[in-house]
Structures are given as structure tokens and as C-alpha cells.
């Protein structure tokens, strides 16, 4: 028994290119991070990468603040989703 007949026989072990599911050839488009920071080099790659985490902390810290109003340790008032926030705050 060859190989493409046991391939044939078993409906489990099925092999699909992204060809298949998309419905044509994949183009790749080379955005991944990896991608992004080797060609920005040793040193500008992991400068952006500590950039954009310092951003994210600093939302994320602020974004935590806005949970409880008008005081973020003793607010009498919980704000459950963001748009309430920013209703709060903004008005």
C-alpha cells in the first residue's frame, strides 16, 4: 500500500494549504512584529518595542484611574465599561 492511497483511505488526517481555506495562493505581506523590528535595526527595534509598552502602561494606569469617580481610591462611583467613563468624565 503506498502513502497517497493511506492519505485517500483516512478522512481525519486531511492536509490543507491557506490556499485552500482562502480560496487562492497566500500572499505574504511581511507585517509581523518579528519582521517590523529586525528591519529597524539593534537599536531603533527594541527603542520602539520599550515605547510602545510605556505607552501601554501609561493607558492602562490612566484607564484604571477612571475606574472609580471622583476619587480613584475612595469614589462613590464604579464606572463598569469605558464609554460610562468617558460619559462621566466628559459629560
Not at 14 to 31: A, E, N, V, W
Not at 35 to 43: E, M, N, Y
Request: charge should be negative.
Amino acid at each position: 500500500m503506498n502513502v497517497e492511497a493511506i492519505d485517500d483511505e483516512s478522512p481525519l488526517i486531511q492536509s490543507f494549504s491557506s490556499g485552500d481555506i482562502l480560496g487562492g495562493p497566500s500572499k505574504r505581506t511581511h507585517l509581523s512584529l518579528s519582521w517590523a523590528v529586525a528591519q529597524l535595526g539593534w537599536i531603533a527595534g527594541p527603542s520602539f518595542l520599550m515605547l510602545f509598552a510605556s505607552i501601554t502602561v501609561v493607558s492602562s494606569y490612566l484607564l484604571s484611574d477612571c475606574y472609580r469617580f471622583p476619587d480613584p481610591q475612595h469614589g462613590n462611583i464604579r464606572n463598569p465599561s469605558y464609554m460610562l467613563a468617558v460619559k462621566i468624565y466628559l459629560g
